[in-house]
């Protein structure tokens, strides 16, 4: 006897209990209440083919709101098991998706990651610490100075330097108001491999690098990936395993020696520059907790140079390594082109008795090409 064929609304229904993929073809037919024959037409290919789940439908789905692996899958029409794949691949890969306690699952934002913390042993003799520090290069803005960052790592390598500290904007992004500047087509990936090919790389130098909130950060909150440990991972898929990522927006590095250490935090924070140089600075160490201020602190963001020593804190403003934008121009900044090198001295207990930040300024590429 043939089997009855099936109402639009029960094939419906059949269909998503064998998405599921967690039902026998008997627990089907219970549960939509028809035959076992019916089922295994369906199953047999009567229905269009299950959806293939890509990263961007299961971002598509929970920008939504929290939902579960069986909830994204019905909304996509896909398997269970394929959605839970792909949403272990993207956190493999630096996809800002956490799990909550219900099992759903969701997007995050960079400032719901904690601040990383990372240690530096120091070493006997007249400086127990010497980087070399380079900031805001804003990479694929044809503004961005290559050439001043060749010039930097040049002479970091010259002097022994084998750790280099990058506060952010490492690329430009992209944003309604830079694209005329840009050098690269659109796209994350381009401006990453960008950086990948053209960033400076010397044998024993290694860059620890935090990703700020902005520029490369417009890709985080777009895209839903965590922008910097991103990088590390396609870099070392292309064969440079000297970029290390630090932490997105602040990271802090743990100054050891002897019997105690220090803490040097490079942060990138918000807001525009203030009518003085140090202003930020200050006000940033006023607003610390006590016990949560660092002894050192090494900043992006501004495009200025600035050693100031706010409530016992050494704080460095690294520069810049690109040129006056059209925005900074607009907003009547000035860029202070450069990189720094910092060397610290550390007592047997880690307390810093003695503190050298050194500023190597760069001018306009007119002062070099003989424009005028």
Known sequence: MPTPALSSAKRAEVSRLLAADKYTVAQIAERAGVSRGSVSNVKAGQVPKLKEVSPDDVRRVLKRGPANVREIADALGAK????????????QTGALITRWVDGSFDLISGFNLETQVHEVKGKRGEWTHHFGVVSDNHLCNKHSRLDVLRSAYDHFERQGITTVFNPGNWVDGEARFNKTELVTSPGMDNQLDY????YPQRQGITTHYIAGDDHEGWYQQREGIEVGRYLQMRAEQQGRHDLKYLG?????????????????????????????ISYTDQKRAESYQGGEKPHVEVVGHYHKWNHGYPREIHTVQAGCTCDQTMFMRKKRLQAHVGFAEIKIKQRQDGAIERFSAEWFPFYDRGFYEKRF
Do not use: N, W
């Open 248 to 276: 997105y927006a602040e990271a802090d590095i743990k100054l050891g020696f002897g019997t105690g250490s220090a803490v040097c935090r490079v942060v990138h924070p918000g807001g525009g520059s203030a009518y003085a």
């Open 80 to 91: 269970s098991a394929d959605v839970h794949s792909v949403i272990c691949k993207m956190q």
């Open 195 to 198: 950086m990948i090919d053209k």
